[in-house]
């Protein structure tokens, strides 16, 4: 995608903003922003997955407690 788009630059109360035009328009609610050189990247923000998120958990190190789990009596039929 080189597209390019002339786009106007606006203030947002104290921050500098600008509107995306539709062909540009990314997915989701949330984006990245960071600086490569003299440009800005804008780029969307991924769903993470549960994988993701069990990797960053610090492992447990104390016990778990018992828990009853008594095996359920089979269903009778009438």
Same mark, same amino acid.
């Given at each position: ?15 500098? *903003?600008?509107?995306? /035009? %539709?062909?540009?328009? !990314? &997915? ?11 440009? #800005? ?13 069990? *990797?960053?958990?610090? /492992? %447990?190190?104390?016990? !778990? &407690? ?11 039929? #009438?």
């Amino acid at each position: 995608m080189n597209e390019v788009r002339h786009v106007k630059l606006f203030r947002n109360g104290r921050n500098q *903003a600008v509107r995306i /035009p %539709v062909e540009f328009e !990314l &997915p989701g609610h949330e984006a990245l922003m960071h600086r490569d050189g003299d440009r #800005l990247v804008i780029e969307p923000a991924r769903k993470r997955g549960l994988s993701a998120l069990l *990797a960053e958990l610090e /492992p %447990v190190d104390e016990a !778990l &407690p018992d828990i009853a789990d008594p095996v359920p009596l089979p269903e009778q039929t #009438l």
